[in-house]
Each structure stands twice: as structure tokens, then as C-alpha cells.
């Protein structure tokens, strides 16, 4: 479990990183949706793929890679946290990669990230 001093950090961090970006970027965005990273016999593509949402006409965009919540056991990329987050850094100039993983009780760490 973080401290509240890294928790702090994390949101300071986070906030700079959002407004450090100068001008709001256009208010429509790109989503490339299922981008498969690996293919694994027996497992579920959903579970092995990433899902990019991007402004449009986004050149030389920092890009943020985003891993869901839940503990390893539940969550999804598209959760609506995921796509609330989507929209606030694509309108603020990021690209914003969601991307799911294995999850357990079928995988076990450090299968997750594998």
C-alpha cells in the first residue's frame, strides 16, 4: 500500500505532467480500439490488447500508458475511470494508451505482466 507521501507524489506528478502541456489540444480525438501486443495459446485476445486514444492531427504528443486497477484480479481497459481519464489528457494535448493484462486467479505474479 503507497504512504500518503507517495500518493502525493503521484497526483503531483500527474497534474504537472496534464498541465505542462500548454494549449488544450482540438476537442476530437482518435481511438484505436483492440491492438493486440502478444498473442498467447489459450488466452483471451481482450486480455492481450491495448486500446490508443489520440487528438486528432497529435504530433510529437507525450504518450501515457495506462494499466487499470483492480488488484490483478478485475478491471477492464475500457472501465469508465479509464475513459474519463481518456478524455481529460487527450483534451490536454497526450495520447492515452488503456491497456489490459491477464488476469488472476488464472495467472499468477509475475504471469500478469508476462
Not at 477492464?76 to 497526450?94: C, L, M, N, P
Request: with cysteine.
Amino acid at each position: 500500500m503507497k504512504t500518503k507521501l507517495e500518493r502525493t507524489i503521484t497526483a503531483l506528478f500527474f497534474a504537472l505532467a496534464a498541465f505542462s502541456c500548454g494549449q488544450l489540444a482540438s476537442a476530437e480525438t482518435i481511438k484505436t480500439p483492440d491492438i493486440r501486443y502478444a498473442t498467447m495459446p489459450g488466452v483471451e485476445p481482450n486480455l492481450l490488447s491495448l486500446d490508443v486514444h489520440a487528438p486528432k492531427g497529435a504530433k510529437r504528443a507525450p504518450v501515457l500508458v495506462f494499466l487499470h486497477g483492480g488488484g490483478w484480479r478485475r478491471g477492464d481497459k475500457v472501465d469508465e475511470g479509464a475513459q474519463s481519464h481518456a478524455r481529460f489528457y487527450t483534451a490536454h494535448g497526450w495520447i492515452y494508451v488503456s491497456a489490459n493484462y491477464r488476469l488472476s486467479p488464472a495467472v499468477t505474479h509475475p504471469a500478469h505482466v508476462e
